[in-house]
């Protein structure tokens, strides 16, 4: 089902444990692409031929399967873009426009959570933000209380992830988006490390921005999403200018085209976009509550296997041995270190066993900075990984430890 887990790595099994950073794609979504590229490549909206008006039927039927998938109202809430990061630039330049617009002598401040990936922290700043960090404790997990205590009448928006790409918290959003809007303060969710490991329902969270990269669930490279409540995309301004975003354009004046088409400027990865349609597919073939189950049960199993390695240290939430009923508030990611040895060291000889880890600061230098470390080894799952991937990292561990330690 996903051709690539065959491939041998200097002569092992590939063992792919790297994905936080990208899935894998199953057959399903490269039959896609390639389908599109033989059979129905053209651009989308404008095309008076067949294959234009076909592939603009297929390209506008996968929004409306994003609207399904995350619950959102409307098809019109539902924005292509490149990625996650793309989605939270487009919204903090949009949002950037509408602070200084509105109120031009206040410096805007944004609440984000200590634990973002940069993406979700360098856009704010570019937008002129002052952030405001929600602290978390050595456990991986946000404290609230100081939460609550960040909000002041220049709060302008709350950032923050759903789930960490380093420390693997799953995050309370729906909690986190109520205490914003007691405030009337926007909240933007960035679904990165969620949207392949649960199911996700932003009208259940209630968040006004949620975004998310199609790569990280099974989708080509190329393509996210953005969904934003209609209320406020519609008084938000555009992000990019160009074709496709516009109604009428002369010299003096332009006017926009209607949601979600306003934050849609020039050709779109199309083909990309209906990869991500075969990917929604797929995972719903799966069942998301099976995917959920099956690394939930995997997550547990890898926690304490690994905790036998000597020298291990996990960085995140853990889970205690008397906590096997209760909820996991990690998905999808373990972050450790092997006694003082540099996770560099650990991943290039995991490597050469054929287990692919990332290894570094994972586009969360604050992380770090908590814990005064340069880096983490980070193992992560998909809903193809298996107990036997766990044992053979941990066979893997337990022979390079000597080595390291
Ligand atoms: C939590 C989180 N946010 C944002 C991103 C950025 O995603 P992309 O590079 O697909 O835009 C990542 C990527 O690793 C991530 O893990």
Redesign the pocket.
């Known amino acids: 089902m996903f051709p690539i887990l065959d491939t041998q790595i200097y002569g092992h099994r590939l063992v792919y444990l790297d994905n936080?950073?990208t899935t894998q794609k199953p057959q399903q979504v490269i039959d896609t692409l390639t389908q599109y590229y033989l059979t129905l490549n053209s651009n989308i909206h404008r095309g008076a031929h067949h294959l234009a008006a076909e592939a603009t039927e297929r390209y506008e039927a996968v929004r409306r399967q994003v609207q399904s998938f995350i619950n959102a109202r409307s098809h019109r809430e539902i924005v292509f873009t490149r990625?996650?990061?793309?989605s939270i630039n487009l919204v903090a330049s949009s949002m950037g426009k509408l602070w200084k617009n509105c109120q031009p002598r206040h410096r805007a401040e944004v609440i984000v959570s200590g634990m973002e990936?940069h993406?979700?922290i360098v856009p704010w700043q570019l937008a002129g933000a002052t952030l405001r960090p929600i602290p978390f404790s050595d456990e991986g997990v946000l404290d609230l209380d100081a939460y609550r205590a960040l909000f002041n009448r220049n709060t302008r928006l709350v950032a923050c992830?759903h789930v960490?790409?380093t420390l693997g918290t799953v995050n309370p959003v729906a909690e986190i988006t109520r205490i914003a809007h007691e405030h009337d303060v926007p909240v933007l969710i960035?679904g990165?490390?969620a949207v392949a490991h649960m199911a996700v329902d932003v009208q259940a969270i209630d968040c006004d921005f949620y975004c998310f990269?199609g790569?990280?669930m099974y989708a080509p490279m190329g393509v996210?999403v953005m969904y934003g409540r209609e209320e406020i995309l519609d008084i938000l301004p555009p992000y990019q200018g160009g074709g496709e975003m516009i109604k009428d354009v002369t010299f003096e004046r332009t006017t926009y085209n209607e949601l979600p088409f306003r934050f849609e400027a020039g050709t779109p990865s199309v083909g990309d976009v209906l990869g991500l349609g075969s990917a929604i597919d797929f995972m719903i073939g799966q069942g998301l509550p099976a995917i959920q189950t099956h690394e939930e049960s995997l997550m547990r199993y890898a926690l304490e296997k690994l905790s036998t390695i000597p020298g291990i240290r996990f960085i995140g939430p853990g889970v205690r041995a008397d906590n096997n009923n209760s909820q996991l508030n990690k998905a999808g990611v373990i972050s450790f270190l092997l006694g003082d040895a540099h996770p560099y060291d650990v991943g290039t000889l995991l490597d050469k066993l054929g287990i692919a880890v990332r290894t570094g600061h994972h586009?969360t230098q604050p992380i770090m900075d908590h814990y005064g470390i340069p880096g983490t080894v980070r193992a992560s799952f998909a809903c193809y990984t298996t107990p036997a991937d766990i044992d053979a990292l941990h066979a893997a561990l337990t022979k390079i430890a000597p080595m390291l330690l």
């Open positions: 936080a950073a990625g996650t990061t793309e990936h993406s979700n992830t960490s790409n960035d990165a490390q990269s790569h990280k996210g586009c």
